[in-house]
């Protein structure tokens, strides 16, 4: 038995040839060593920083905060770095099914199904957990002030090394069932980055919190129902954030105790860790059962799910479509958007896109009236007379002539009333008129308050924004390196196509594959926008717009300029770089990195306490904070917009219109001037790389 | 007449290693070049530099007189290119495949769709058309590469190892297509290493190793200038020691080898009949098995050219 034990568990990992090749190469590689010393170098730079910026403390309890302090960071400096390397080594394994020469001769051999693809899986994973222990003397040194519990550190190391080991998982299996392909590298790492952004970001939706004082004592505290499934939250959880503590079994609702609930909501981040090893092995277990017989079968998973589905007629056969006068825009734009994958997520994209917008809107516009109301023409002036609603009768009453109202606690004017209020109290006179002296208004409940509207319409923008705009750099990016690899780009070379018609043609065709997509986010704000239309006829005078008109001129533009930019830039880098993974990685880094950096400074400008409408004309030359202000300009659009009246509001928007028609035309500008610049170099660029 | 494919001193070079080194190339309207050599030889840089995909160092290359590098735009639409690997476009199906390259060429409307069909009866892949590109075999991928470079009716047809991988009934059809593409009077660059089927289709050939020409012009000169003398196989029954001496002694006899019994014997260039062998052997009482002349071939002058050098 241990004879069995020890030949079979001896076979997979010590002595498993895959791996064994992959260590004894481990660190020979330049690359391999420059990402480890960036890393490494990286972490200390981060420790030095902190330690000095502590370097006056003298008290101990003051130094073990800062090495505390110093562990958070560093431990979301590495959990960052590993959810960003984790997806770059092991999104290789879907592709090895394609690249197959290899992957076909170890099927070839002896090897067990094991031994394959746990060497393939532990080999891919190899590299970050080598990162991560590389990094454990630097973690070493906020033990020496102390305030750091050896289990924090345990945390930390398992939520990154379960991190990489699920991320290398998902990659095994999607190339052992051969549901990948080139193309869908990106798409799992983007599904990666999404995934874990986006939790982060639902995190402060306060609808999703699990929050208040049922479940904690401190009621300053909450957690989230995807702190144990993201690992950024997880770790948050476990580090004793006490504005992020998760609650004791004993302040749960007895409906929530029980397991695995109940273990999910009181530790994060042991579930997240336990989770992940154990999906882990859930994915890896069936890659071990299946490899050889999917190996063999000559139809794709994924072609058998997709024919299955309906969503393609036949594996190996389809109508042919017409192509266009520009051949290479009709590829761009019809060939890669009809493929089964990009019609499913655009649909899916929409559909989900158009959801949000509607399901947002009916909570917002779902209004609750108190039992009484009032109206618009409420009050006669001449007759001194208020009328007050029911559900089934109207009151009428007089009122004094220095009758006092107010709207959620604040002075009104009677003239400013316009539209129907909730009666919140009203005080009636002593005397026999019984006129009314004093009338508190409120505005009536929604399902969702304008704020909320706003934050969930902006994040749902934002959302959608960044998806298109990282689906089209990403195929931007791949477009022509991918030519480049296969060899097709020789054939259009050889052909009479210019290098102008070449990449007009492929800047056309991924406007003309994103321009659906695009479509999401302006349908969302047009729902909006007419339904504000709508509502302002009939509330009238203190009617808020959820989302300014404007937007939609100045968010369709927006998003044309972006999505031109990014295409710019994708098929720069495509052009420059040899490989597609690089050209993508590059790609997406330079666009994230100009719209998020455009988009901190823009934020910050809006967000001035300036009563001026000039910054708002500045920070229009970022587009995410155009569409941030535009779509909640209270959170956003600084102090015009919060405490402003009516006249400045109105400049700053006409000041942001203004500026956003101007930056649309600069970025129309430089996106040109690279078109320009790519179309001269082409050739040279090309021939550079001739081999 | 005028020589359609000319190259002048042509040469490449990648950093320090040299692709070809002053190449003389010159193939005329209407011939079928078969270009032959070891592995990175500079075959296929030569058909890159032709097919305006690479720069020449230095030299020269020109097609119907016009200089690639300077004239690229114009010889572009004149030249037909097959690479040696075949361009994945896993999203398209066979007429999309050829419409997208019509349209590259220029050709649109009813012409396209017309030309587009009329290509895909001649190469036989109607049936074909609505399959993905991606899902073909080999051989039917090889023909549809012929077929693209159809489409715009070339004067010039690049083909690099267009038969490369195919199974011989692949091979076969492949020929034939090409045997029909050059009775159409199209001029054919070729590289190719299955011999036989060069010598059966080409006109002309060139040999080509480490970037130098060793040879170029029609096959019958070719397989003359490697033959130095006629070569007579000769198997006797038994004692074929001594029916070596025996012939060795004649004066019209160059040279004489033995092989596992085979005798080949060189007999002198000037000597028409060869049957003293024959006689000469009988009246020793030898038992004459076998006597056949031995074949000059394409491969026998490819071994004989070349020296097995690879860069």
Redo the contacts between chains.
């Keep these: 038995m241990i004879a069995v034990a020890r030949d079979i568990f001896w076979r997979l990992i010590p002595a498993n040839p895959i791996l064994l090749r992959i260590i004894s190469m481990a660190g020979k590689r330049r690359r391999d060593m420059l990402i480890r010393c960036g890393y490494l170098g990286l972490l200390c730079l981060w420790v030095i920083f902190m330690l000095l910026a502590a370097s006056g403390q003298t008290k101990l309890d003051d130094l073990a905060k800062s090495s505390a302090g110093i562990f958070e960071k560093i431990s979301y400096v590495q959990l960052i770095l590993v959810a960003l390397l984790a997806p770059v080594f092991t999104a290789g394994a879907i592709t090895q099914e394609g690249d197959s020469q290899t992957y076909d001769i170890l099927l070839a051999t002896p090897l067990s199904n094991g031994q394959i693809v746990l060497g393939s899986l532990l080999s891919r994973v190899f590299f970050v957990i080598a990162l991560l222990l590389s990094g454990v003397p630097i973690f070493a040194i906020t033990q020496i002030f102390g305030g750091v519990g050896l289990d924090n550190i345990l945390y930390s190391f398992g939520i990154a090394a379960g991190t990489a080991f699920v991320t290398g998982a998902i990659a095994m299996a999607l190339a052992t069932f051969r549901i990948g392909t080139r193309r869908t590298i990106f798409g799992f790492y983007l599904f990666i980055v999404l995934y874990m952004v986006g939790l982060v970001l639902l995190d402060s939706v306060p609808f999703l919190q699990i929050t208040g004082g049922a479940v904690y004592s401190n009621e300053s505290s909450h957690i989230s129902w995807f702190t144990g499934i993201n690992p950024f939250l997880a770790l948050r959880a476990s580090m004793g954030d006490p504005s992020y503590l998760p609650p004791l079994a004993a302040d749960l609702p007895a409906e929530l105790r029980f397991w695995p609930i109940g273990w999910y909501l009181t530790s994060p981040h042991t579930f997240y860790i336990t989770a992940t090893f154990v999906l882990g092995m859930a994915l890896t277990i069936p890659s071990v059962v299946f490899l050889r017989r999917v190996a063999q079968s000559t139809l794709s998973v994924r072609s058998w799910v997709l024919l299955k589905l309906r969503i393609i007629a036949s594996a190996t056969t389809h109508k042919p479509r017409y192509v266009w006068h520009n051949p290479i825009a009709w590829r761009e734009a019809k060939t890669k958007a009809s493929a089964a994958r990009m019609t499913w997520m655009r649909y899916a994209l929409i559909a989900a896109g158009l959801a949000g917008a509607i399901w947002t809107l009916t909570r917002f516009a779902h209004v609750e009236m108190p039992d009484k109301y009032i109206a618009r023409g409420a009050f006669n002036t001449d007759q001194g007379m208020v009328t007050i609603l029911t559900s089934d009768r109207s009151i009428e009453q007089t009122y004094a002539p220095g009758l006092k109202i107010t709207l959620d606690g604040k002075a009104i004017r009677m003239s400013d009333l316009d539209g129907r209020y909730g009666v919140k109290d009203y005080t009636v006179a002593s005397g026999p008129r019984k006129d009314v002296t004093t009338l508190n208004l409120v505005n009536p409940k929604r399902g969702m308050s304008l704020k909320e509207a706003q934050t969930y319409l902006l994040w749902m923008l934002l959302l959608e924004i960044a998806v298109v705009l990282i689906v089209i750099t990403n195929v931007a990016a791949s477009t022509v390196t991918r030519e480049k690899e296969d060899g097709s780009l020789d054939l259009l070379l050889s052909s009479p196509i210019t290098s102008r018609y070449y990449l007009w043609g492929k800047l056309r065709g991924l406007l003309s594959l994103a321009l659906p997509l695009n479509l999401v986010p302006v349908a969302s704000i047009f729902v909006f926008v007419v339904y504000d239309v709508f509502r302002m006829i009939a509330e009238g005078g203190q009617f808020q717009w959820v989302v300014f008109p404007e937007a939609i001129v100045v968010v369709p533009l927006i998003l044309m300029t972006l999505t031109a930019l990014g295409a710019v830039v994708g098929i720069e880098m495509s052009l420059r770089c040899r490989r597609t993974m690089s050209a993508v990685m590059i790609s997406v880094a330079i666009v994230v990195g100009v719209v998020g950096i455009f988009g901190l400074i823009g934020n910050a400008i809006a967000g001035t306490t300036s009563w001026n409408w000039a910054p708002l004309v500045i920070a229009a030359f970022s587009p995410i904070t155009v569409v941030s202000v535009i779509a909640a300009p209270a959170q956003f659009g600084g102090r015009v917009f919060d405490e402003g009246g009516a006249d400045l509001m109105l400049g700053a928007r006409i000041g942001m219109f203004i500026g956003s028609l101007i930056s649309s035309g600069i970025y129309g500008l430089i996106i040109w001037a690279i078109y320009k610049s790519m179309v001269k170099n082409f050739d040279m660029t090309i021939r550079r790389q001739s081999r | 007449m005028a020589a359609v494919i000319k190259t002048i001193n042509l040469t490449k070079r ?1 950093g320090s290693l040299v692709a070809l080194s002053n190449l003389n190339l010159e193939i005329q309207e209407g011939d079928c070049f078969g270009f032959i050599g070891p592995n990175g030889a500079g075959k296929t840089t030569t058909i ?1 530099v032709l ?5 020449p160092t230095w030299g020269e290359a020109r097609i119907c007189d016009m200089v690639v590098g300077f004239q690229s ?1 114009q010889i ?2 004149l ?1 037909g ?1 097959v ?1 040696d ?12 495949y050829l ?8 050709i ?1 409307g009813t012409n ?1 769709t017309k030309i587009v069909n009329d290509v895909l009866e001649l190469t036989d892949l109607g049936h074909k ?4 590109v991606d ?1 073909l075999s080999r051989g039917m991928k090889q023909r549809l590469s012929i077929a ?1 470079v159809l489409v ?1 009716d070339p004067k010039v047809l690049l083909l690099d190892e267009p038969a490369g991988n195919l199974d011989p009934r692949a091979r076969i059809e492949m020929r034939e297509l090409l045997k029909e593409l050059r009775r159409m009077g199209k001029t054919i660059l070729i590289s190719s290493h299955i011999l036989p089927e060069l010598a059966d289709l080409c006109n002309t050939v060139g040999i080509i190793e480490q970037g130098e020409l060793l040879y170029s012009g029609p096959v019958a000169d070719i397989l003359r200038r490697v033959k130095s003398g006629r070569i007579l196989q000769v198997a006797v029954s038994s004692n074929s020691q001594l029916a070596q001496g025996l012939l060795s002694g004649d004066p019209r006899v160059a040279g004489i080898t033995s092989l596992d019994g085979m005798l080949k014997v060189v007999v002198n260039e000037d000597v028409q009949d060869v049957s003293f062998l024959a006689e000469m052997l009988v009246k020793n009482g030898f038992r004459v098995t076998m006597l056949k002349e031995e074949e000059v071939n394409l491969e026998t002058a490819f071994m004989r050219l070349t020296k097995g050098v690879v860069q």
């Design positions: 990648y890159k097919a305006t995909l690479l720069q735009r572009r639409p030249i290119y690479p690997s075949f361009g994945a476009y896993e999203d398209m199906v066979v007429q999309e419409e997208f390259f019509a349209a590259a060429y220029g649109h396209r058309r609505d399959t993905l899902s693209r715009h």
